[in-house]
DNA sequence: CGATATTTTGACATGGATCAAGTCTAGTGG
DNA sequence: CCACTAGACTTGATCCATGTCAAAATATCG
């Protein structure tokens, strides 16, 4: 099958761990469940696992049996089609929860893996649904980390269905801007997204192809720049007006 | 792909119809936030509004400051775009939880109106965020309803961004299905949907002109028929393997 | 029964996919 | 240090699914 080329990209962006380079950090806060939390909950057991770039976290139809922070690095979540497309439904960075994509009764939803190297802090689904169901606060925490990640994917919903190419990787590339400037602060204008073409092709439905066409023409109109996951927003305003 | 997997399992809720054709009904038990604990909280002012089809229940950018749930008949909330064109982000059904597509610091993410006649029970976000940190149980319901949604979001993301006219066509129409069917139980071949073809194009991205060719061929294809409302799945193999 | 929305059909335009090379880059091994 | 290699990125030519525009047919409703 035509997998090869569409699924391995991710293989050879496995930058080492802990490197100024790449996004592979220490997180003390998390702001959606608190971690310390977690981490005492978590206590029977080792729970924090350290990944390769690549690595599979889970996949489609996977028992739904423990959530995650992930506490460093990046991954996805996405689901495969027949045809050997994919579709990226969210990346998941520093902080984010990951493991809730699923139900009892068929299992995880969609498939995740490890973009860059990640540690990952996890807990048992029947540990984690203890707690929330013993703490009102752990749960509204989780709930509230649900919501957003809702709401990112409504937005998803909007850009992909209403919005051109170009609307469309404007889009990602503010968010994923966006959210990177959120955890680690600064303002340098550049930021480091450990993802190429292929990635943003399989999260905003377009071929690898057109994506180069579409970077190259924003790049020729003064939008942002893009190149080897070094992201610049040179124009801010005109890029929000066209995401 | 299998169905399966595309499909959020929407646990069986209730029954009870009211009117035949329209899909106005009473509803008896909703299994996302117990409605019994609503009314109860809700109980310090008359919250249970009636509103007329075409109502809007709040706006892009609103207030975040109350949540509700539907008792009976179908919204669905939408985000506007400038060119005057909409994406319509869910369709919100008998039992389902609405309201909670926001934030306190930038208000509604998106749109609600009314499609056909509804019943609301709502309640204030102070009060429904006192009782989640009171009430595990209810927290818990939250957490979970609210995670159902994103997974939904999450499968509309993956039909929009790979799938062909046809195949989103398919994957909103049997989506409705199962979700009307789990709540109304019963196995007539036939269930009635309020919506027309315009909704149909701006749930998927796509324009009524097309998504009336597309439905012709899949009528001429025997897959399924929707003639004002009425929809009959044909050949839902058939139709789960397009979706 | 007229007025207004919805659905259907046709002709035509186009954004993005597909196919096919070619270039550039970072690893790898000698 | 260089040559080799496998991905990743570019570019060009061509095709087709879907959008756009226009208008007729049909349903809905006061």
Redesign the interface.
Known sequence: MVLGTRLSPIASVPRVVLCERCPIRRHGVCDQVDPHDFERMASDGPRVRNLAAGSVLFG??DAFDRVFTLQAGWAL?S?L??DG???I??FVLPGDLIG??G?E??GM??GAEAITAVRLCGMEHSMF?KE??????F??N??EA??R???L??????A???QSARGRVANLLVELHQRVRAIEGGDDPAVWLPINQTHIAD???MTPVHVCRTLKRMRQEGLLEFSKGRLVLIDPGRLAAVA
Do not use: D
């Open positions: 489609e139809g979540t689901k089609f027949e497309h994919r579709q439904i969210r809730f994509e139900s009764a068929t939803a969609y649904f929330c169901s013993c703490s009102p606060r749960a509204m989780y709930a649900v919501t990640e809702a709401m994917a409504w937005n998803h919903v909007g992909l269905g209403q999260a905003t439905g």
